[in-house]
């Protein structure tokens, strides 16, 4: 919900707020009583409060929506994931003491993400080990707390001890694909490209067969800039039926890198197969183009640019060039001309560039 709030609310001006938002934030305003809110709309209105960086009025909706949901589990765990994933570690930190007496183990987690956050490690440490204690019969949430102590420690940097984490969990407990991927993810941020490959092998072959698993493969070897392995991955989750676009844009990178034009170019094609009105894949399909000097593709594939934005001052410039390429000189001044007639021509770059190829080419 994060990131359809955040979009939702750069984009759109205050009055495009839910009225639900602002009839709360008038009753709070004006010190009434909010009225009755379902768990959906308080959630909407912490997180606009958040991202307004209103935090006061956040925790007071939070403390509302837990007092009137208390026997409500699933509203506290989403507060505790919007709470995390605005990094808001003191507030989350707070609200996971609220439930010390009768809390279970998704809030120790978050208790436990809170705590290395706020760099308070050997606190974090003490409060690991009373959960594996606490949670020392039940194989699953021992999982749980392994993972979260895992996680949060790799994301303040602490990658020895992540994975030192995630080995006890593995030595201890039923293989589990996500202590693997956690510590992959580790090794990556170490640069460790051998542990990395290992890893990979043991993942593989926890999960042979699915495709998201040989794309997430695919995103870990391109991090380590192992291109080969990572086109590997990628065209294996391609064939597995892994989400078409989002794969084929990652294969026509890989291959671009890779310096395999002609594949990068065929994955370009495919993808517009599927969404021929994409900006970004119809110009990179046209630089794939100019890089193999094949100008009249380059061309089509910057007029079919010029068709979804032609007020885009840089194509017209970047279709002269591959004009005057094929000796093109009338067909070049041309696009300039229509620069000027779709454009501002804002920093005057293609007039000036049409005044030049006038000079240069006066007989065209």
Not at 60 to 87: K, V
Not at 101 to 125: C, N, P, Q, Y
Not at 146 to 171: K, P, R, T
Not at 297 to 322: F, H, Q, W
Request: aromatic share 12%; net charge negative.
């Amino acid at each position: 919900m994060k990131d359809y709030i955040y979009n939702y609310l750069e984009n759109e001006p205050n009055e495009s707020y839910p009225d639900f938002f602002f009839e709360w934030d008038n009753a709070v305003s004006t010190g009434k009583k909010p009225g009755f809110y379902e768990p959906e709309e308080l959630l909407e209105i912490i997180e606009i409060y958040i991202i307004q960086n209103q935090i006061k009025r956040a925790m007071h909706a939070i403390n509302y929506a837990l007092r009137i949901y208390s026997d409500d589990d699933e509203t506290l765990y989403e507060i505790l994931l919007i709470l995390n994933d605005f990094e808001r570690w003191n507030d989350l930190l707070t609200v996971c003491d609220q439930f010390k007496k009768d809390s279970d183990v998704w809030i120790d987690g978050h208790r436990l993400t809170a705590l290395l956050h706020l760099g308070m490690e050997d606190e974090s440490f003490i409060f690991f080990r009373k959960l594996l204690a606490k949670y020392a019969d039940n194989k699953e949430d021992l999982s749980i707390c392994y993972q979260a102590m895992g996680e949060a420690l790799c994301e303040v940097d602490l990658f020895d001890s992540s994975i030192e984490v995630i080995q006890e969990a593995i030595n201890s407990l039923d293989k589990d694909i996500n202590f693997y991927w956690l510590q992959l993810q580790c090794y990556i941020s170490l640069g460790n490209k051998k542990k990395v490959s290992a890893l990979s092998e043991i993942i593989q072959k926890l999960n042979p067969l699915d495709a998201e698993t040989w794309h997430r493969l695919g995103l870990s070897f391109q991090e380590i800039n192992d291109m080969e392995k990572a086109i590997e991955a990628f065209e294996y989750a391609q064939s597995l039926g892994y989400e078409p676009q989002e794969v084929l844009m990652n294969l026509i990178y890989v291959y671009g890198r890779n310096k395999n034009l002609n594949k990068a170019l065929e994955k370009s094609k495919e993808y517009l197969n599927l969404n021929p009105s994409s900006y970004i894949i119809t110009i990179m399909a046209a630089k794939l183009n100019s890089k193999m000097k094949n100008w009249e593709e380059a061309v089509r594939y910057i007029d079919d640019a010029l068709k979804i934005t032609p007020g885009e001052e840089p194509l017209y410039m970047y279709k002269s060039n591959c004009l005057i390429h094929l000796e093109e000189y009338k067909k070049a001044k041309s696009a300039l001309a229509d620069g000027l007639k779709n454009t501002k021509d804002s920093q005057g770059y293609i007039s000036r560039k049409l005044s030049k190829l006038n000079k240069q080419y006066p007989d065209y």
